[in-house]
């Protein structure tokens, strides 16, 4: 199974919002809205940020939200920290396929 | 707080075995899924299996010819064995527990990781 396509790269200013998508297939992001985002810094392990299309684990700021349209999914990050600066990436509901990654700039 | 760590040899020559154990604390490793991930230098992440605290197991395909993982209950271990390695299988390897449920209104199981090692850095050279 192919990889998700996200962005390369996306950037914003403190205090704005972003969105990354995350486009797969009718089989796997169109069916359900199940899918997980990490958040992983520079030599650090990723991070689990949302996961069943839009929950947030305990602990992770309400500045991030999960959301679906048709076959994309779409992570947002409201009010830009520089802490947000990152790499993100999806993950199929079955766990089994992540996206390609993007890389968060704050500018 | 679950924590995992991951251990084992940081060179392995071409043609060789792969092994890495990832040692569970502050929880059991029982009635969860466990998996390995990797990312080479640079580059994105990509699933290499699943194992159940029982012992199924589940492997991506593309790797399935070459991966073992195994649990050991009474240590709170699972392992992962990687065969006839090459310098592309030179990555960060992680291990993860998996939260899985079942989908509403099908018979297909949901999966993601909550709990990450740290990674361990496997180099592939002579």
């Known amino acids: 199974q192919s990889a998700l396509t996200q962005p390369a790269s996306v950037s914003g200013s403190p205090g704005q919002s972003i969105t990354i998508s995350c486009t797969g297939t009718s089989s796997d992001v169109g069916s359900y809205n199940l899918v997980s985002w990490y958040q992983q810094h520079p030599g650090k392990a990723p991070k689990l940020m949302i996961y069943e299309g839009s929950k947030r684990p305990s602990g992770v700021s309400n500045r991030f939200s999960g959301s679906k349209s048709g076959n994309t999914a779409s992570l947002t990050i409201s009010g830009l920290q520089a802490e947000d600066e990152a790499d993100y990436y999806c993950c199929s509901y079955a766990g089994r396929v992540f996206g390609t990654g993007t890389k968060v700039t704050v500018l | ?126």
């Open chain 2, 1 to 126: 707080q679950v924590q995992l760590q991951e251990s084992g040899p940081g060179l392995v020559k071409p043609s060789e075995t792969l092994s890495l154990t990832c040692t569970v604390s502050g929880g059991s490793i029982s009635s969860y899924y466990w998996s390995w991930i990797r990312q080479p230098p640079g580059k994105g992440l990509e699933w290499i299996g699943y194992i159940y605290y029982s012992g199924s197991t589940n492997y991506n395909p593309s790797l399935k010819s070459r991966v073992t993982i195994s649990v050991d209950t009474s240590k709170n271990q699972f392992s992962l064995k990687l065969s006839s390695v090459t310098a592309a299988d030179t990555a960060v390897y992680y291990c993860a527990r998996v939260k899985t449920g079942a989908v509403a209104g099908s018979s297909l199981r949901k999966y993601y990781f909550d709990y990450w090692g740290q990674g361990t850095l496997v180099t592939v050279s002579s």
